[in-house]
């Protein structure tokens, strides 16, 4: 596809269910991040990905959440036993390479409901 | 890690009027200074960017400030317009494998 594609675009669960969100970046695209976006706030840093290093790690919130990214290039984040303070956007973004001043592409984002 | 803070997290202006909106960052190995707005139900973009051996970029109505020794930079919108409202986000970023952190937001209203 010609941008970044996030599915699906709206989720709600039950609290103590697991998600996944997937996000499928631009093809070419060496680095791929989620970022999350409570209602009215920032964007919060979760995960990076970076070619074949290993992922920072350093934004997850707890050990509920993890991230793969296969082959390269599709990614999952994966939230276990969730909980209402998980509910938000989950933004995609990638861009081109480990360069420090490539721009991110943005998906639309998986909105999240824990009930 | 890299911290991000932005202010003012609103901002209201009359039509006509500039808007600036400030940041400050506490690496100082960052040398990569992104802006990206985000209008309201859509993804953010990004608008202009600033590297660390440039003081001042403009782009038309925009331009950013980058004091690398306060480690600050700064958005300025000239002659708003009501399409400008929207969210606007700064970040920072280093050289290498590493992420790009954003500040918290500023949501700027352009009242016609």
């Known amino acids: 596809g010609a941008g970044v594609s996030q599915s699906p675009s709206n989720k709600v669960t039950e609290k103590g269910k697991d998600v996944e969100l997937r996000c499928d970046p631009i093809?070419?695209?060496?680095?791929l991040y989620w970022y999350r976006q409570s209602l009215g706030q920032g964007l919060e840093f979760l995960i990076y990905f970076q070619g074949n290093s290993a992922p920072d790690k350093s934004g997850l919130p707890s050990d509920r959440f993890s991230a793969e990214r296969t082959g390269g290039s599709v990614s999952t984040l994966t939230i276990q036993r969730t909980q209402q303070e998980d509910s938000a956007v989950y933004l995609c973004?990638?861009?081109?390479?480990?360069?420090?001043?490539?721009?991110?592409?943005f998906g639309e984002g998986s909105r999240l409901t824990v009930l | 890690g890299e911290n991000v803070e932005q202010h003012p997290s609103t901002l209201s202006v009359q039509e006509g009027d500039s808007a600036v909106i400030k940041c400050t960052y506490s690496?100082?190995?960052?040398?990569?200074f992104p802006w990206y707005k985000q209008e309201l139900g859509k993804r953010p973009q990004l608008i202009i960017d600033i590297r660390s051996n440039v003081g001042e970029k403009k782009d038309q109505r925009i331009a950013v400030t980058l004091n690398k020794t306060a480690k600050h930079f700064s958005l300025h919108i000239t002659e708003t317009q009501p399409e400008d409202s929207a969210v606007y986000f700064c970040?920072?970023?280093?050289?290498?494998?590493?992420?790009?952190?954003f500040g918290k937001g500023t949501r700027l209203s352009v009242i016609a």
């Open positions: 973004a990638s861009s081109k390479g480990a360069r420090a001043t490539g721009e991110l592409f």
């Open positions: 690496d100082s190995a960052s040398n990569y």
């Open positions: 093809s070419g695209h060496t680095a």
């Open positions: 970040a920072a970023r280093r050289t290498g494998n590493t992420p790009l952190v």
